[in-house]
């Protein structure tokens, strides 16, 4: 652009200063703040005594703080799976010239993306309900009423049953992002993979998933960021229960400070969740990078 | 049900019959879209029963629909003060937003200064950062500055938490608006700052709608702020004021269903009268992130 149109650098830091300013102060702010508070033993009241690395140290022991981690990962698992996985083979089968109807797929399989997470979670409370629920009322009428049982009650496979709410939300969206990587692939290549005779799961296979693999890291990173801070659905689904069986390292955070006081160590948790957040963000960027040079070595 | 539909809509469209993989393809996929609203039209017909309807069949459609649990929601949730909050927050919000990303993404597609990649690193890091793990520094923070427990309160996050991805697309769509129409408003004496307003928001007016629409939803949606900033009941929004009625009327079915109905109701008109639109922003966002 010419330099007529260059406005003077004060005007520039005038139109970018708003912005910054709202953003620091809830984003970065904050986040100093958690860092000095960790610091220290405090239950909200003016006394605060400064207690160096104390807070870290119990967070290394914390048992319920590390199941809760274990949530989340287990969370991000049955993500991938469930959100990216499925929306890759829905978005395959979208693509592909057998479906009809795909206007409609498409606005249908999205709408639950746009409900409040909350909402979300009720929802599903009443699917899950003993005696008024959907999936039992389902069971019974196809005769596997054996199955039969109070879900959210069950503390064994109660994360995976807290992740389908999650999954079932959030799959639409995971679709329409994977439309959009799959449809800026070259429709050259994909002629002439046909004419090569590469059809259906061939094609996918050798030819699509490969060139979609940058869609596929994204829709990773998204989805491990997502379950990393999952804490809505949660807080309204479970509330982490039966126990601590569901707890998941925000909903942790958030009972540590609000429920029982511990300001300090609250504030600790909040860092060591970002840490831990950012680790798992930087190890999955390698690992999917990585393997992704190493294809690009093939071809 | 799905397949007697399939095979409605087929002799229409092709004259010989499907075949068999065709058939299961469209059968899986119309499996997968109406087990996204099926349990959102159960919610839907059994808001209109009574308890003891409810209670002795789940599934039935109702005999005579009973509106009376709707009436008993809005006074329960008092949906009406609910509703005002929500939308009062949420408007200024996605104006802050649409404000904000307009001149940030702009001047971010068009020039280069010193800082430039590092604030656009730093405004991605939002997209990322486990906003709840802020809850408690957050919550502190509005505290210590006296911005909890006010009207304008969830503005400040929401505004905040909702830039990352609103420059981007900003950004990426004036990349595409051609320079020349700048150099030629700049050649007739128009400063910058008339460029952008007088020239280029007109142009970016589509892009800034998607913007609006997409946060609209996620302002009108948050929990997490609403339940850690706001202590005044006469404050709650709609997902706040649902999740304590539901804590304190937890057995009456119906009448929650109804209640998060009239919550979901926004938020689906809106959606279904821009789908096209919301989901074309939904993808450009997604090549562009």
């Known amino acids: 652009m010419g330099k007529a149109l260059r406005p003077k650098s004060w005007v520039l830091l005038a139109y970018l200063l708003p912005g910054l300013l709202i953003y620091s102060f809830v984003v970065l702010v904050p986040i100093l703040a958690a860092l000095r508070d960790s610091f220290y033993s405090w239950t909200g009241g003016p006394k605060k005594t400064y207690i160096g690395i104390e807070n870290y140290k119990e967070i290394l022991q914390d048992h319920v703080f590390w199941h809760s981690f274990l949530n989340n990962v287990l969370m991000t698992v049955y993500g991938l799976i469930g959100q990216v996985g499925l929306a890759f083979v829905f978005a395959l089968l979208l693509m592909s010239k057998m479906v009809k109807l795909k206007g409609l797929h498409r606005t249908m399989s999205y709408f639950p993306s746009t409900l409040a997470p909350v909402i979300i979670a009720f929802l599903w409370m009443l699917i899950y309900n003993y005696n008024y629920g959907l999936l039992n009322a389902g069971l019974t009428k ?11 009650d069950l503390t064994g496979p109660i994360v995976l049953l807290a992740s389908i709410p999650l999954s079932w939300q959030n799959i639409g969206f995971f679709t329409l992002l994977m439309l959009a990587g799959l449809s800026s692939i070259n429709k050259e290549v994909l002629e002439v993979a046909e004419l090569d005779g590469a059809t259906g799961i061939r094609k996918a296979w050798y030819i699509i998933i490969p060139l979609a693999k940058p869609t596929l890291v994204v829709a990773s990173l998204l989805c491990i960021a997502n379950n990393m801070r999952g804490f809505e659905h949660i807080y309204a689904l479970t509330g982490g229960g039966p126990g601590n069986s569901s707890s998941v390292m925000a909903l942790y955070a958030y009972e540590t400070s609000f429920l029982r006081f511990r300001y300090g160590y609250g504030s600790a948790l909040a860092i060591a969740i970002i840490a831990l957040t950012m680790l798992m963000i930087l190890l999955s960027t390698l690992a999917l990078q990585r393997r992704r040079h190493q294809k690009g070595d093939v071809y | 049900m ?9 002799p229409s469209t092709r004259r010989f019959l499907p075949s068999p993989a065709k058939l299961a393809v469209n059968a899986l996929m119309l499996l997968f879209t109406a087990s996204c609203i099926i349990p959102l039209v159960w919610i839907g017909y059994s808001s209109l029963k009574t308890q003891a309807e409810f209670a002795n069949s789940i599934l039935s459609l109702p005999s005579a629909p009973q509106f009376a ?38 001047i971010t597609a068009r020039l280069d200064f010193k800082g430039k990649q590092a604030m656009i690193f730093y405004y991605l890091f939002g997209m990322l950062v486990p906003i709840h793990a802020l809850l ?14 006010q009207w304008y309160t969830l503005i400040i996050p929401y505004i905040a938490f909702n830039l990352s991805l609103p420059i981007m697309l900003v950004s990426s769509y004036v990349m595409g608006i051609p320079k020349e129409i700048e150099e030629a408003a700049a050649i007739d004496g128009l400063s910058f700052s008339g460029t952008m307003y007088r020239i280029i928001l007109p142009i970016a007016v589509p892009v800034l709608t998607t913007v609006a ?8 949606n948050e929990f997490s702020f609403a339940l850690v900033l706001l202590k005044d009941e006469s404050l709650r929004t709609v997902p706040l004021g649902m999740s304590y009625f539901k804590s304190q009327h937890s057995t009456n079915y119906p009448q929650l269903m109804a209640g998060m109905i009239l919550s979901m109701l926004p938020v689906t008109i809106i959606y279904f009268a821009f789908s096209s639109r919301i989901i074309s922003g939904v993808m450009s966002g997604a090549v562009k992130g």
């Open chain 2, 213 to 220: 629409i997409l946060q609209f939803f996620s302002c009108w």
């Open chain 1, 142 to 152: 196809l005769g596997l009423g054996s199955f039969v049982q109070s879900w959210l």
């Open chain 2, 69 to 106: 649990n709707y009436m008993e929601a809005i006074k329960l949730t008092n949906m009406l003060q609910l509703s005002w909050n929500s939308a009062r927050v949420t408007i200024l919000s996605v104006l802050g937003i649409t404000a904000i990303s307009f001149v940030t993404g702009y």
């Open chain 2, 2 to 10: 799905e397949l007697q539909l399939e095979l409605k809509s087929q």
């Open chain 2, 136 to 149: 408690v520094p957050t919550y502190l923070l509005f505290k210590n500055f006296s911005l909890a427990d």
